[in-house]
């Protein structure tokens, strides 16, 4: 069966500090790899997307980064946080084609203060 | 701007009872859509996928779809105060898009 994990699971950051979120996922070749964010009280906004090693399409310009440097790993950056970066990012994966289901992983929880 | 809507609520409905969540969708494209439970504090969890027009049980839940009027809802019946929880409807034409999810209360 497939699993999906992200780490870390809560993080606090000043303003100005760099972030680096990870996601792996089990079980799987050649998924397709989301990272989404999760205002409080609101619905979820995809930052990212991956259909493969290196290829990476953004959804929302803004500070932040992703990367792909395996089949099964995914990864959010960032160089600098700013407030409104605070959220819950969740990293979700697919099999490849148009219709098929998203998985969520767990979460990471960010407060920037 | 292609759009998923839902009732943000709060449902409340007592133990046992029938709840009926809402969802419209503004693309006439569209092939796939999902339920999905999410809790305080947790990742949306996908409970239900429907592909084509009519209804699809599993269980307790039923999901409902009518692509001709855009819609697409999710009974839950004899609802369980487990079943509290924000319910989040997606919608899929290549890019899934999620409606802000209806918060569900089932009291006991």
């Known amino acids: 069966s497939q699993t999906i994990h992200q780490w870390p699971a809560t993080l606090v950051q000043p303003v100005g500090s760099p972030l680096s979120l990870e996601c792996t996922v089990e079980g799987t070749s050649n998924p397709n790899l989301y990272w989404y964010r999760q205002a409080a009280g609101r619905g979820l906004q995809l930052l990212f997307y991956?259909?493969?090693?290196?290829?990476i399409s953004s959804e929302v310009p803004q500070n932040l980064s992703a990367s792909r440097p395996q089949d099964r790993q995914f990864i959010l950056s960032s160089k600098k946080l700013l407030l409104s970066d605070s959220g819950f990012y969740l990293c979700?994966?697919?099999?490849?084609?148009?219709?098929?289901?998203?998985?969520f992983g767990p979460g990471t929880r960010l407060t920037v203060l | 701007q292609k759009e998923v809507e839902q009732n943000s609520g709060p449902l409340s409905v007592p133990e046992g009872a029938i709840a009926s969540l809402n969802c419209t969708y503004s693309?006439?494209?569209?092939?796939?859509f999902f339920w999905y439970r999410q809790y305080s504090g947790k990742s949306p969890e996908l409970i239900m996928s429907?592909?084509?027009?009519g209804d699809k049980e599993d269980g307790r839940f039923t999901a409902q779809l009518n692509k001709a009027s855009q819609y697409v809802s999710l009974l839950i019946r004899d609802s369980q105060p487990s079943d509290s929880a924000t319910y989040l409807c997606a919608v899929r034409d290549g890019d899934m898009r999620f409606g802000a999810g209806t918060r569900l209360t089932v009291k006991p």
């Open positions: 979700a994966w697919s099999r490849g084609g148009l219709g098929n289901e998203q998985f």
């Open positions: 693309d006439r494209g569209s092939q796939s």
């Open positions: 429907i592909y084509s027009n």
């Open positions: 991956s259909v493969g090693i290196g290829q």
